[in-house]
């Protein structure tokens, strides 16, 4: 193929139909075809109809039809389509030599390798030397647009042209003109492979370049007056300016097409065989790399859009991060009755616990509390009030979570965040033996001794209790309100947790404690008067009471025997005190307010208007209950009735009836 002649404009694709018959449509222009002039054609490709609308386009349809962004979605479909072995195998080179030609294959495809480089290379000589140094000569001459916004927009495509023009298109032109001396290219493109990946940085700034381009072409006249007249040239070939972009991006799987087709129709024997597949094989890893700035430059985009959603917070924006999940849960409130809206982001260093702001102006959310990955556990909650739920605990904050669409999102959630949690445990060869503790019908709300301080603990909710959990006084709204002991979460008075510590998951500032946690924490040994006083009869904590019980629910309290008790108590009747049954406020209380020595009782049905309800009687005493089921009250009556025989554990039919 001689050389480019003005009026002439070569096909980027040529040998290649699948590829060269492609119709690229503009947005508001008729489909086109690319690369192609009238009468063009290549063997095996359609020519296209005389009567169809090949004429030059306007200057009024190529403003209307101006460039527009390379979406980020095709930027992608791209990329998987350029590293799809399928699509490689499919458009491999299916050219025939022409009537009467004997030349051998392989010299055929260095001939096709040829002829789409010097097609290349004029394309790279509109990029460069029309589209580039018009722009940069009206920005230097009218000033209306600044010259750095050229020079973005091109980046580094003058490298890439001085590389092909005056280096790759020459050798390949010198190899095909020895051929018969010196048949083979694999050395050559050896030497050459690895300044392909320059391509890199020019596939980095694609994006930013096409929308950079699409915004100063409405935004300038001058800028799009330059363009419009460009693109409406003949050697343009009816394409926008964001086409010819594209090409640097397509050209080194191009390579690799070839260069496989080449090493397929090498003879065994060739003398570059070896050479050849050893340079296919840097071109490979040249198309990887172009591939991997794909994947970068998507990953980046993402994270900086995901930055503005969050205010761009000085302490969260941090280009190594990669987000791994994100979206909207439920916050588990210790003080109010009903979840609070709340949304996540995961990263693979950090938790960011974020707000939706009322008016969205800028950041569509406020970050409450970050949670660094390196210190977090994880765990589902057993929890009948709040269905699929979890616990996300860490150094700075934690947190009951509710899933909220269903069970399996939550698992997603906790397979995500545990995935995160094993990364950093990986990276940072920690290789910690941490086994979490089996499940049980009731969550553990006390920290280990040894992680007092160390970490935020989980919070009991304030209607899980009706009393101080240290001194099991009644808590009221006037005299003694609730607090919460910031180093093992429990719900206290304000006498028992006059007390102030220094917390290291809280930078070590000092915060009230309870008094078990201020002994523990700095070791001061506490006035007599201030020290626990002896447990009285009724101070069986509910919650232990709970886990080794032989039955436990809520019951509901009628008639007046309960007196101002209320109307609804958490009953328990112990595995270690088998024959009393304790009533509690609230399933997390230290101090039952009832106990009743059931040995000598009658348990007895209620009215029969009501199935529910049966009732506990003795010389003159008389309890009345009732159940939420009938199934759960039969096991009341049967647990009561093996109490009041005398039965204890240990002894036949010794069986668990607990809810």
Request: glycine share 6%.
């Amino acid at each position: 193929m001689g050389p480019l002649h003005p009026g002439e404009t070569w096909c980027v694709t040529a040998g290649n139909p699948q590829v060269c018959c492609l119709l690229l449509r503009t947005p508001g222009a008729a489909p086109r075809v690319h690369g192609l002039e009238a009468g063009h054609h290549h063997p095996g490709c359609r020519p296209p109809s005389p009567t169809g609308p090949w004429d030059k386009p306007t200057v009024e349809e190529a403003v209307e039809s101006g460039p527009r962004t390379v979406s980020r979605r095709y930027l992608s479909s791209l990329k998987n389509k350029l590293s799809s072995r399928d699509w490689r195998k499919s458009c491999q080179a299916r050219t025939c030599p022409g009537p009467g030609t004997q030349e051998p294959e392989e010299k055929r495809i260095v001939q096709e390798l040829l002829e789409t480089e010097q097609a290349y290379v004029a394309r790279l000589h509109l990029l460069d030397q029309v589209f580039f140094q018009e722009l940069l000569k009206e920005a230097r001459s009218s000033k209306a647009f600044p010259e750095d916004v050229v020079r973005l927009i091109f980046s580094n495509t003058s490298s890439i042209y001085q590389f092909h023009a005056q280096f790759f298109l020459p050798e390949l032109q010198r190899r095909l003109d020895d051929w018969m001396t010196t048949p083979r290219i694999g050395d050559v493109i050896q030497k050459l492979a690895p300044f392909l990946k320059m391509y890199s940085e020019y596939v980095k700034n694609f994006e930013r370049a096409a929308e950079l381009l699409a915004t100063w072409t409405d935004k300038s006249p001058p800028f799009q007056e330059v363009i419009t007249r460009i693109q409406s040239s003949e050697a343009s070939g009816s394409l926008t300016l964001q086409h010819h972009m594209l090409e640097p991006v397509q050209r080194i799987p191009r390579y690799e097409l070839l260069l496989k087709e080449y090493v397929q129709k090498l003879p065994a024997q060739a003398p570059d065989l070896a050479d050849a597949q050893k340079a296919l094989d840097m071109i490979f890893s040249a198309a990887q790399h172009s591939n991997a700035a794909i994947t970068e430059m998507e990953r980046l985009q993402e994270l900086w859009e995901v930055y503005q959603r969050l205010g761009l917070e000085d302490d969260i924006v941090d280009p190594s991060n990669t987000l791994l999940r994100e979206g909207p849960v439920l916050k588990i409130s210790f003080r109010r009755i009903g979840p609070m809206e709340r949304y996540l982001f995961l990263f693979n260093n950090m938790l960011l616990y974020c707000v939706p702001r009322v008016i969205q102006v800028g950041a569509q959310f406020q970050v409450r509390t970050r949670i660094d990955v390196a210190s977090m556990k994880v765990r589902e909650l057993t929890d009948a009030e709040f269905p699929h739920s979890f616990l996300v605990s860490g150094k700075q904050r934690t947190l009951e979570l509710r899933a909220r669409r269903s069970q399996e999102e939550m698992i997603s959630w906790l397979q995500a965040c545990q995935a995160a949690i094993d990364q950093i445990e990986k990276r940072n060869e920690t290789f910690k033996a941490a086994v979490q503790s089996p499940e049980g019908d009731t969550q553990e709300q006390e920290l280990q001794s040894e992680e007092l301080g160390l970490r935020a603990p989980q919070w009991v909710r304030d209607k899980m209790v009706t009393m101080c959990m240290r001194c099991q006084e009644p808590f009221n709204a006037l005299m003694r309100r609730r607090h919460h002991c910031r180093a093992c979460g429990y719900v206290v008075c304000a006498r028992c947790s006059d007390y102030r510590a220094e917390l290291k998951y809280d930078d070590n500032r000092p915060n009230r404690v309870c008094l078990d946690c201020y002994t523990f924490l700095t070791g001061n040994v506490l006035p007599e008067d201030k020290e626990d006083k002896r447990r009285g009869i009724l101070e069986k904590g509910a919650a232990a009471g709970s886990e080794q019980s032989l039955m436990c629910s809520f019951l509901q309290l009628l008639g007046d025997k309960w007196g101002k008790s209320g109307s609804r108590g958490w009953c328990v009747i112990p595995r270690d005190d088998p024959l009393v049954l304790y009533v509690y406020a609230a399933p997390q209380d230290m101090r039952a307010h009832t106990s009743i020595p059931l040995l000598g009782y009658q348990v007895t049905t209620g009215p029969q208007a009501d199935p529910r309800v049966f009732q506990l009687q003795q010389s003159g005493q008389l309890y009345t209950f009732k159940a939420e089921t009938e199934e759960l009250k039969d096991r009341w009556v049967k647990a009561m009735e093996r109490a009041a025989s005398g039965w204890s554990p240990g002894e036949p039919n010794d069986r668990d009836l607990s809810d």
